[in-house]
């Protein structure tokens, strides 16, 4: 999320922003209004925004950003400022093993199998069995291997799902299974089937279109109907650190950072704990915030988090290396805060997503969710160009995140965008609004909350999430977040209350109010520690006064 090595270079890269510059350069915001000239023509900014680094949001490639207004004089080549783009390289968006469709069928449908005959010498799978990675079972004529840990999956039915077939076949009898082809289109099987309707083409004249997130129904992740969130980092950033067990009550919920992507290994997840810390003590810390009723996760990815997923192995090494972190120090849940290595399609939809980091990432916190139960809690992180930032434009990092929280809609416990570090986003009103302002803070939660158009296309619907379900991101001090981006506790509970109650909005009211949002994010607790935890206690102490 945000060391402050790695934050004062995007720092410098946006503060540069400010300044107009006469040839269109990446990393630079421009104002709505800004000229610029690139490769022999001039452009005018039609909208606020940050060129960011690896976009490739050029002002010839996207007309919704810029508009032609005449040639320019010179024909410089544009800066492209190669050396800081880790997220320039796009992952393959057209990997054949990007299958856009989780829950597709592999082509031997066990449900076709006359019989479940067990294999000689292997056990018959049993649905209440568990079985871990590298385990065997004998299905309708085929032979699995478990993938990962797994309970009551039956094998074959999913191709993203924890068995790999082994030897065999499922469909092995009469051949008057198989010529069936109209029950198995050759047609992409969802994507024509939306999810969301195309009947709701104007978003702010329905506040409260119904949520497609399932409520969860039993053994959920237990938390406070109003939360606290806080990211506690494994590392000294200029905030000095601090044990696990001395961050205050007021955090209902301990985000630890961060668990990485193993340089050597694809989709290999690692958690080191810095040498600064006893890894008893740590583990005995982590007991007893639990046993005081808070929930610590661990949280993948931050500003240096590099995780790979551009493939089926990578992903059940994620899967498997994931599950070992958590079950090691035993986390409650997982954070996902990638903010590097995600770049999607222009275009791309985010109701079947064909990008493998992004197909891989959904199946494989699924995975997690399922093995370690519905008490698993999921949490997430982006930035607001991940996010808000796809209702402009939607490619590259622009709306990266709307298919992975899609996907995981369901097994979503809070989504908490990072309302800072970022520079001007437009709103679902087209108007632009500037961080570290009570209108900001309003005008994006509002999107999650009622909806809005990908790439401002009405076919393109991104659904609400449940109000309890969201929340807003803010540094918890000015330190924080070199970029900007910080509100006072006494502005942010301003941007709370016309949001929760419909009072003390700026410009931006929204049309319905949401009492049960479910609370407010920092990064970090270790600098709400400077300012003797102001963020925590002056928020909880307001969340406290909405009924529990």
Not at 170 to 176: G, I, Q
Not at 288 to 302: I, P, R, T, Y
Not at 372 to 396: D, I, K, L, N, R
Request: glycine letters at 10%; hydrophobic letters at 35%.
């Amino acid at each position: 999320m945000r060391r402050t090595r790695i934050a004062a270079v995007i720092g410098g890269l946006l503060l540069a922003a400010s300044v107009s510059a006469a040839t269109w350069q990446e990393g630079n915001t421009y104002s709505a209004g800004t000229t610029v000239d690139y490769n022999g023509k001039t452009y005018t900014a039609l909208v606020t925004h940050t060129a960011y680094v690896g976009a490739n949001w050029n002002p010839a490639s996207t007309p919704t950003l810029w508009k032609e207004t005449g040639t320019s004089s010179s024909t410089p080549t544009p800066t492209t400022a190669p050396t800081t783009a880790p997220t320039a390289t796009p992952v393959s968006t057209n990997a054949p093993t990007a299958t856009p469709v989780i829950t597709a069928k592999p082509t031997t449908a066990p449900t076709t199998a006359p019989t479940a005959t067990p294999v000689s010498g292997v056990p018959a799978w049993s649905s209440s069995a568990v079985y871990n990675g590298g385990e065997r079972v004998s299905y309708n004529g085929g032979v699995y291997e478990a993938k990962w840990w797994t309970q009551n999956n039956v094998p074959g039915a999913d191709q993203w799902g924890p068995w790999k077939l082994i030897s065999g076949t499922v469909a092995t009898p009469t051949p008057t299974a198989v010529p069936t082809p109209t029950s198995v289109p050759t047609a992409s099987p969802v994507p024509t089937v939306s999810p969301v309707p195309t009947a709701t083409p104007v978003v702010t004249a329905t506040p409260t279109p119904a949520p497609t997130a399932t409520p969860c129904a039993s053994n959920c992740p237990t938390l406070p109907k109003h939360a606290v969130v806080g990211y506690w980092h494994n590392f000294d950033n200029g905030s000095g650190v601090i044990r696990l067990k001395d961050v205050p009550d007021e955090y209902d919920i301990i985000n630890v950072s961060f668990a990485e992507g193993d340089p050597w290994t694809k989709g290999k997840a690692v958690f080191t704990l810095d040498k600064l810390f006893n890894e008893a003590d740590f583990l005995a810390d982590i007991k007893l915030k639990q046993a005081a009723g808070k929930k610590v996760q661990v949280s993948l990815g931050g500003a240096n988090g590099v995780i790979v997923l551009d493939s089926a192995a990578a992903r059940d090494a994620f899967i498997a290396s994931m599950g070992d972190i958590i079950a090691k120090y035993g986390f409650d849940g997982i954070d996902i805060d990638i903010e590097n290595n995600l770049s999607i399609g222009a275009g791309e939809d985010f109701r079947n997503p064909t990008t493998p980091q992004v197909v891989n990432l959904v199946a494989g916190v699924k995975a997690l969710k399922q093995r370690f139960g519905g008490s698993f809690s999921v949490t997430m992180a982006p930035e607001v160009a991940y996010v808000q930032g796809g209702y402009g434009v939607a490619g590259g990092i622009w709306g990266g995140y709307l298919g992975i929280i899609h996907g995981l809609r369901n097994e979503l416990t809070m989504l908490h965008v990072q309302h800072y570090n970022t520079g001007g986003i437009s709103g679902k009103d087209d108007k632009t609004y500037n961080q570290g302002t009570i209108d900001f803070q309003v005008a994006m939660t509002d999107m999650l909350l009622t909806g809005f158009n990908v790439g401002r296309d009405a076919n393109k619907f991104f659904p609400p999430l449940r109000p309890d379900q969201v929340g807003i991101g803010l540094p918890s001090t000015a330190a924080a977040a070199p970029s900007g981006g910080y509100l006072s506790v006494a502005d942010t509970q301003k941007a709370l209350d016309c949001l929760m109650k419909l009072q003390n909005c700026g410009s931006y009211k929204p049309l319905v109010a949401q009492p049960d949002l479910r609370g407010v994010m920092t990064w970090s607790i270790n600098w709400d520690k400077t300012s003797g935890y102001s963020f925590a206690k002056g928020h909880k102490a307001y969340l406290n006064t909405y009924p529990k």
